[in-house]
C-alpha cells in the first residue's frame, strides 16, 4: 500500500459500505422473498456491485496523476455520447409505443442503457447489466473540469465562460432525460469546483437568478414536477399528487415510529411493502424507523464525518488540480447525501437520489467508490 495510507478515510467508507449491505438485506427479505423467491437476493446483488465498485476504488487509488489527466477528456466524451443517446431517445421514442432495446422505459423515462439486454445472454450473478450515465457524468464532470479550470486559471483564461458551457452542457443533457434533481445537482458538483478555483465569482452571482428563474420555469413545465412540488406544499388531489402523498405519508410513518430509540433492528413494519423504493432512495426512512433519532443521529455524523474527511484532504493539497478534483467528489457526496435526507425529512420535495454507499443499486455505488478511490490516492499522494 502508499506510504500514506489513509486509514480514517478507509475506515469511514468501508463502515458506510457495510452498513448499507446490512440495512439492504434487512430491509429487502420480505419483498425479496416474496416477488423474487429468495431472501437475500437483492443483498447478493448488492455485494456484487460493492465488489465490482471496489475493483474500481483500488484502480484509481493506485493511478498516476498523469495518466487521471490524460483520461479526462475521453472518458468526459463518452459520457456526453451516453447522455447525448438517452436524450434523444427521450425526445424521440415514447414509453408506450416506440420501444428501446438498450434503454428501456422505467418510470415514465428513458435514465439507463443496458449492455446486455435481451435477446443477448446475461451475466453469471448480475444478469442484464446496466448503468445510469448520469452517474457516470458525474465522475467524468469531476475529471475533466478541475483539468480545464486549472489550465484557463494558469494561462489567465476566462474560467467562467468554461465552466458554464461544461457545465451546462452536462446539466442540460439530464434534464432532457428528465433528471432534474440530478441535473441539479450536478451544477452544484461544478459550482463547488469554480467556487474554489480563485476565478473571479462576479459572472458566477450575476448568473444565479438567471438560472434560478430557468429551473423554476423548468419545475413547472411538467405535470409531474408541478405535482411533486404541491406535493411538498401540501396537496394530495389526485392522480400523481395522490401516489406522491402515499410515498410521503410512508416516510413519515417510518420516521415518526422510530421515536428516540427507535423499534429496533429488524422490526421494521413499512418494510412489509407499504413503503415504496425501500431499499434504494427511501432507505433512510427504515434507518429511522428501526433506530429512532439516536441511530439516524448517529448515522449522520458518520456521514458527516466522511465529508469534512474529504474536505480536509482539499485543503490540504499541494496544487490546484488536485484540489479541484478533492472539492468536486466531496461535493458529489455530501450534496447527493444531503439532498436524499432533505427529501425524506420534507425539507426540500421528494426526489429520486439515492443514499451514497448505503442505497441499494450499482450505478450510484460503482461511479461512487471511484470517486473515492480518486480522493484516497489524492490523500496518499499530494498532501502538503
Known amino acids: 500500500m502508499k506510504k500514506k495510507f489513509d486509514k480514517p478515510l478507509f475506515i469511514l467508507i468501508a463502515s458506510l459500505i457495510f452498513f448499507g ?61 451516453f447522455l447525448g443517446f438517452l436524450a434523444l431517445v427521450n425526445l424521440f421514442s415514447s414509453c408506450a409505443n416506440n420501444p428501446v432495446i438498450f434503454s428501456p422505459c422505467l418510470n415514465g423515462a428513458h435514465r439507463w442503457f443496458y449492455l446486455n439486454p435481451p435477446p443477448l445472454p446475461a451475466i453469471p450473478l448480475v444478469g442484464i447489466l446496466g448503468f445510469q450515465p448520469s452517474e457516470f457524468a458525474k465522475l467524468a464532470l469531476v475529471l475533466y473540469l478541475a483539468l480545464i479550470l486549472e489550465k484557463n486559471i494558469s494561462k489567465n483564461g476566462t474560467p467562467f465562460s468554461v465552466f458554464i458551457v461544461t457545465v451546462g452542457l452536462v446539466s442540460g443533457l439530464i434534464l432532457l432525460q428528465p433528471n432534474m434533481s440530478t441535473a441539479a445537482l450536478v451544477f452544484l458538483i461544478g459550482a463547488a469546483m469554480y467556487f474554489v478555483s480563485g476565478a473571479d465569482l462576479k459572472s458566477f452571482f450575476i448568473s444565479i437568478p438567471v438560472l434560478a428563474v430557468a429551473a423554476l420555469g423548468f419545475m ?118 444531503f439532498v436524499n435526507i432533505a427529501a425524506m425529512t420534507r425539507l426540500i420535495p421528494l426526489t429520486g437520489v439515492p443514499l451514497p454507499l448505503v442505497s441499494y443499486g450499482g450505478s450510484s455505488l460503482v461511479f461512487s467508490l471511484i470517486g473515492l478511490g480518486i480522493l484516497a490516492n489524492i490523500s496518499a499522494n499530494n498532501q502538503v
Request: hydrophobic residues 45%; aromatic residues 14%.
Open 220 to 337: 413547472l413545465s411538467s405535470s409531474y414536477r408541478r405535482a411533486r412540488l404541491m406535493t411538498f406544499l401540501g396537496g394530495s388531489g389526485s392522480g400523481e399528487e395522490l401516489s406522491l402523498g402515499y410515498h410521503i405519508r410512508q416516510i413519515q410513518i417510518a420516521l415518526g415510529s422510530g421515536g428516540i430509540f427507535g423499534l429496533g433492528f429488524g422490526q421494521s413494519r413499512q418494510k412489509f411493502q407499504y413503503l415504496p423504493e425501500v431499499a434504494a432512495d427511501s432507505i433512510f426512512a427504515i434507518i429511522g424507523e428501526e433506530f429512532g433519532f439516536i441511530g439516524t443521529t448517529a448515522f449522520i455524523i458518520l456521514f458527516t464525518a466522511l465529508v469534512y474527511k474529504g474536505l480536509s484532504i482539499a485543503r490540504n493539497t499541494k496544487d490546484i488540480y488536485t484540489r479541484l478534483l478533492a472539492v468536486g467528489i466531496t461535493t458529489w457526496i455530501a450534496g447527493q447525501f
Open 21 to 81: 449491505i446490512v440495512m439492504i438485506y434487512n430491509s429487502t427479505i420480505v419483498y425479496s422473498q416474496e416477488t423474487l423467491g429468495n431472501a437475500y437476493r437483492l443483498a447478493l446483488q448488492q455485494v456484487v456491485w460493492v465488489a465490482i465498485g471496489l475493483v474500481g476504488f483500488f484502480a484509481f487509488y493506485k493511478i498516476d496523476q498523469a495518466t487521471l489527466k490524460r483520461i479526462s477528456f475521453p472518458v468526459f466524451l463518452v459520457s456526453l455520447g
